[in-house]
């Protein structure tokens, strides 16, 4: 055991007598990884509800993906490294969360109670926080691992045939509304802890970015099930462009 | 029904939290008392009169009645407030509900002990000017930019309620967090040209889980403040300085 160490233990400074500089760095990279993912999902929503343009525009961003404009037919590894990258950020940012998290029973209940005797919205927002982010531990890591090991089955069908056929669905429709609220909640609270924007014009503009959001995630879900429901018969076979025409 | 008096007056009950720690005896209860609500009544007049004509034994905390010292902070209907600075008018249901702030030391029915906290949280963050640089008081104190001043003064303003961290559910979950009023302190002297003190100082005061980084931005603090601070900015200003620190 190293004496700094010993040091830090018994008078939570360190040798000169200072204190340590991890919580804010905790702090800084809860925030920055939080960004991070936020707009990642902005994007992700948006590129998933592609379908809502038609197959051949969702397959023609998949193949985009998979940069098929350098590799003839495309190179699915790529999707797998992007998912592997966003993994690891997830997992950071869960972690740096946790820290947040109420961690007994006392805490919890204090908070509950306290959320209900207030009525106060930013306070109660932070149950939706919480409890979505503890869904996420198990939803979004599901997703983010069928991605990083079955890159190849994004498309038309694929992702069709994984939503209806494998019943997915509960869980794609667990996790759109988790990733939502939980990302809108996150993004307001950035905006006021680092004071970035103003806060009643920011609250109402995330209220409104929510409900777009959830509309073209539900809807583009919707989409999908149908799709998967026509093509359960033809179950794992792949959208071509030119077999659609 | 409530009913309404020619004069404008209406009934209206006040159910207060009685309950006194230091007795064994005590059992923590809700007592009513209904009492005629007259114009302009603020509920220290409401509670003044159930003491006066009703009630000898209930206790609450009050001093300058004029939302100035801070001492009259209670939970009303389940918001905390100064009870000099709410009028019962407000509550049309004429129904009002006063609990004893929460976070603090509870000593008998709305009565908390806020001082010892905050006697506590100055010396926590060295709530007074540090200037370790050689004074001359035969020479004019070093004038301030106006607006600086008038910024400075601004959170001067705070009057130690204790609203702030009754409203706060990090302080309701985690006891020792400092809460806003600390960092407001805190935000005020690194504002202050006076004060010599670097950001690497203010670090060592506020530079931990239980000081800037312990805040989750719930914004009760803003939201009740009584006197309208702009403790979100302040907040957020002291963590951007802060989170620089190297």
């Keep these: 055991m190293q004496k700094n160490h010993l040091i830090e233990l018994l008078t939570q400074k360190d040798n000169r007598k200072k204190k340590s500089k991890i919580p804010a760095r905790l702090d800084f990279l809860q925030s920055a990884t939080g960004a991070v993912l936020v707009l990642f999902i902005m994007f992700h929503l948006l590129f998933e509800s592609s379908i809502l343009l038609g197959k051949d525009a969702m397959y023609a961003l998949t193949k985009a993906f998979e940069l098929d404009f350098v590799f003839k037919g495309g190179e699915p590894l790529f999707i797998a490294f992007l998912a592997f990258g966003v993994f690891v950020v997830f997992i950071l940012h869960a972690l740096l969360a946790m820290r947040k998290f109420p961690s007994s029973y006392r805490e919890y209940s204090a908070y509950r109670l306290h959320a209900k005797m207030i009525q106060h919205e930013d306070t109660s927002l932070w149950f939706i926080q919480i409890t979505t982010g503890f869904m996420m531990f198990f939803l979004g890591s599901i997703h983010l691992y069928t991605m990083m090991t079955q890159p190849d089955k994004i498309g038309p069908f694929a992702s069709a045939d994984r939503i209806y056929s494998d019943t997915m669905w509960p869980m794609y429709l667990l996790l759109l509304v988790s990733v939502v609220l939980h990302a809108s909640v996150g993004l307001y609270r950035l905006i006021i802890k680092w004071g970035w924007f103003e806060r009643e014009k920011s609250k109402w503009m995330i209220k409104a970015a929510t409900i777009f959001y959830l509309g073209i995630g539900l809807v583009s879900l919707g989409v999908y099930m149908k799709i998967g429901y026509e093509h359960r018969g033809e179950y794992g076979k792949r959208y071509t462009v030119e077999a659609n025409k | ?246």
């Design chain 2, 1 to 246: 029904m409530h009913r309404v008096y020619e004069d404008g007056g209406r009934e209206i009950v006040l159910t207060i939290f009685r309950h006194n720690p230091n007795d064994e005896d005590s059992i923590p209860h809700f007592q009513d008392y209904p009492i005629i609500e007259r114009p302009g009544m603020t509920l220290y007049i409401a509670l003044t009169q159930i003491y006066t004509s009703m009630d000898h034994d209930v206790s609450f905390d009050f001093v300058c009645r004029a939302g100035i010292c801070g001492s009259c902070a209670m939970v009303v209907n389940g918001k905390p407030r100064l009870a000099c600075r709410t009028l019962t008018s407000e509550f049309s249901e004429g129904k009002i509900t006063l609990l004893p702030l929460p976070t603090f030391q509870h000593i008998k029915d709305l009565s908390v002990d806020t001082g010892t906290f905050m006697n506590a949280m100055t010396k926590r963050v060295e709530g007074w000017i540090v200037n370790n640089s050689p004074q001359d008081i035969s020479t004019i104190e070093k004038p301030i930019d106006p607006e600086l001043s008038d910024e400075i003064f601004e959170l001067d303003r705070c009057i130690e309620c204790g609203i702030c961290l009754a409203s706060c559910a990090t302080k309701v979950m985690r006891p020792n967090f400092v809460g806003a009023v600390g960092l407001n302190r805190v935000a005020r002297f690194s504002l202050d040209p006076h004060d010599s003190r670097s950001d690497e100082e203010f670090y060592e005061l506020i530079g931990d889980d239980d000081g800037i980084f312990g805040c989750m931005s719930f914004m009760g603090c803003q939201d009740h403040c009584p006197k309208h601070l702009p403790l979100q900015k302040q907040i957020a200003y002291m963590r951007n300085k802060m989170v620089k620190v190297r």
